[in-house]
């Protein structure tokens, strides 16, 4: 598991029914390529989130398969409209099998 891994997530409070609004995310990862070399000279591993995904109501809304070339920090923004209140969750996938969430409720008002 990468240390300080900190996942954020926007999303509005509420929206009207069938309205777009943006969901903005970003983890704070540093996100190593496995190119480098440490001071002694070891490859240094690689270690990137991989993959990323946001589940409404546990169904799917957006999957996103992320490759080496990824930067520190991924940010992930996207549009989605909703008929009912319910919860978005959010996943991302690190290299090393751990998995970081975030979840935000919104209401249809």
């Not at 999303?11 to 190119?35: D, N, W, Y």
């Not at 940010?75 to 998995?99: P, R």
Request: glycine share 8%; proline share 5%; charged share 25%.
């Amino acid at each position: 598991m990468a240390d300080n891994v900190k996942p954020r997530v926007r999303v509005p409070r509420s929206a009207a029914a069938g309205e777009a609004f943006e969901i903005k995310t970003l983890i704070s990862h540093k996100m190593e390529s496995g190119q480098r070399k440490d001071s002694d000279g070891n490859p240094i591993p690689r270690s990137i989130i991989n993959h990323f995904s946001c589940d409404f109501n546990g169904e799917n809304v957006i999957q996103a398969a992320l490759e080496g070339a990824i930067s520190t920090n991924p940010y992930i923004q996207f549009e989605a409209s909703i008929e009912e209140s319910g919860t978005f969750t959010f996943t991302w996938q690190d290299d090393d099998g751990s998995e970081y969430t975030d979840s935000k409720d919104i209401a249809v008002g």
